[in-house]
């Protein structure tokens, strides 16, 4: 007998996805920073891209290419794709810099101004705990960044400026709920592989065999990741599962020491501490608040 959608098998299974998703972005992000070192940020998204569409060519099939090329609202598309290729580049130029955990640190950070940006963008009401929430969670970026000090300097800003183009991209993704998820995707897709197309050329590096596999499995590896986060919330409840992302910053500080021997300061331990705590309430609001909302209504 197949398990009922609220089973706890099924919750379990759930919860099992999002870890592994998560443990496969974070591969992806090792790999990044290591080919980074080598390869230009342009260079590593044009093959990362590649092979993500290759992947993506079924399905694309599927929904028809028509249908993703000209979808509703059109200028939105387009300006969700260029912030999430915008941050994808600005995540790998930062981890050149900043030790893996670092940049993920400040990453975390994108529902705090997700909040921000959803009452400027989308009109939507925050209460006095949210705003609460999103000031605690400044004071854990502050913290993490160190502005005084020896404080990590531009590198710290590319990567906050990162997170603040995934908040705009998660944003517009809210403006564009009901979009077919493989337009959402093909879009994002094809974004970074015309980024590559013009910027590579003049900062081409002849890759190896090995290393262009490796740039492949970017792309093979985050649509895998990706693909797990939508089987994992079609398994349990966001409010179950979504908190379990948190476990990046967890696989970043135990993989940025293995494989770069990063070990992130003391003050960047207790900004993200601090940036996760008031992610996860600012989440558990927002799941709050829209059950208040289908009750009253």
């Known amino acids: ?11 379990l299974a759930g919860i099992g996805l999002m870890l592994a998703a998560m443990f496969a972005f974070s591969l992806n992000d090792v790999m990044g920073k290591w080919l980074v070192a080598t390869y230009g940020v342009a260079q590593l998204l044009l093959i990362r891209s590649l092979a993500a569409l290759v992947m993506l060519a079924p399905a694309i099939h599927r929904t028809g290419v028509r249908a993703i090329a000209t979808p509703n609202r059109i200028g939105l598309h387009i300006l969700r794709a260029f912030c999430s290729t915008a941050e994808v580049a600005l995540f790998y130029w930062a981890v050149v ?3 893996l955990a ?12 997700v909040t921000i940006l959803a009452v400027v963008f989308l009109k939507e009401h925050v209460g006095w705990r949210r705003w609460a929430a999103v000031s605690v969670g400044f004071i854990g970026v502050l913290i993490a960044v160190r502005p005084t000090g020896d404080g990590m300097g531009w590198p710290a ?3 906050i400026s ?7 991209s998660n944003t517009l993704t ?7 998820e493989v337009t959402l995707v093909t879009w994002q897709v094809v974004s970074a592989l015309i980024f590559g197309l013009v910027v590579a050329p003049f900062l081409w590096v002849p890759p190896s065999l090995r290393d262009f596999l490796a740039l492949g499995l970017l792309g093979i590896v985050s649509t895998i990741a990706h693909m ?14 979504i908190p379990y992302q948190y476990s990046l910053i967890v696989w970043a500080v135990l ?8 070990w992130p300061a003391a003050h960047v331990f207790l900004g993200a501490g601090i940036i996760v705590a008031a992610g996860i309430y600012i989440f558990v609001r927002e799941q709050a608040r829209a059950k208040e909302r289908a009750d009253s209504a």
């Open 157 to 159: 800003l590319i990567a």
């Open 255 to 262: 993989l940025g020491f293995l494989f770069f021997g990063d």
């Open 174 to 180: 809210r403006r564009l709920a009901g979009t077919n």
């Open 102 to 113: 670092d940049t993920v640190a400040f990453y975390l950070a994108s529902p705090i101004f």
């Open 162 to 168: 990162g997170s603040l183009l995934f908040a705009g």
């Open 228 to 241: 797990g986060v939508n089987r994992a919330l079609s398994y349990a409840p966001a409010a179950t599962v």
């Open 1 to 11: 007998m197949p398990s009922s959608p609220s089973s706890p098998d099924r919750i």
């Open 97 to 99: 810099y900043l030790p």
